[in-house]
């Protein structure tokens, strides 16, 4: 947790008003949620996630409401948030491409998607080692995608990028810490 507590920092830094979390997992990024997040819409598949989060959702001083379970089909109107954050979570979701569509259609005009995610590494070595472990990698972690482009699935899904950082994170395997975070706008 150590490792990864700046880095939720950093995806978390400027989230307002109306978010909706997609993977909120045991709720890790509660912690670094600014005062200016009025309330959070958790989206969670997994109710043991949810369960592990209770202590975590009970201290927050904003109110947090499990929202959904499937990041592709999302129970919102269009233009209902003023922010989403996505953290370690697209490299899981089945049909990533259309949740990344949802997450832009209940996205108000010009809100933002806050996000920091593994993907397919930048230097060509590693990811031939990504390509090669991934059937394995997938069926031992719930599905879980090392060589996801994650800007260009953005990009496709209609986002403009406003930043981007890519790098290998810290103490972890290349081939499973090729990090991509960023901001992008609806």
């Keep these: 947790m150590k490792v990864v507590a700046p880095l939720r920092e950093r995806v ?20 670094f949620y ?3 997040v009025r309330s959070v819409a958790a989206v969670e598949p997994a109710d043991v996630g949810w369960r ?6 009970a201290a927050s001083s904003v109110p947090i409401t499990r929202a ?3 990041g592709a089909s999302l129970p919102f109107g269009d233009d209902s948030f003023d922010s989403a954050v996505s953290a370690w979570t697209l490299c899981t979701i089945p049909d990533v491409e259309q949740a990344l569509r949802e997450l832009r ?3 108000r005009p010009g809100g933002t998607l806050h ?12 990811a031939r080692w990504q390509h090669r472990l ?5 069926r031992m972690v719930g599905g879980c995608h090392l060589t996801r482009e994650i800007v260009p699935l953005l990009e496709a899904a209609g986002f403009t ?21 960023g901001v992008a706008v609806a």
Excluded: I, M, W
Aim: proline share 5%; aromatic share 6%; hydrophobic share 45%.
């Design 12 to 31: 978390c830094a400027g989230l307002t008003g109306d978010v909706v979390e997609v993977g909120f997992g045991s709720g890790h990024n509660v912690a």
């Design 34 to 36: 600014p005062a200016a």
């Design 52 to 57: 592990l989060a209770a202590d975590r959702v």
């Design 68 to 70: 959904g379970l499937d």
């Design 105 to 107: 259609r209940v996205l």
């Design 115 to 126: 996000f920091v995610e593994h993907g397919l590494a930048p230097d060509a070595g590693v």
């Design 134 to 138: 991934e059937p394995l990698q997938k």
């Design 161 to 181: 990028l406003r930043e981007v950082d890519v790098f290998y994170e810290e103490g972890a395997p290349k081939v499973l810490g090729a990090d991509t975070l």
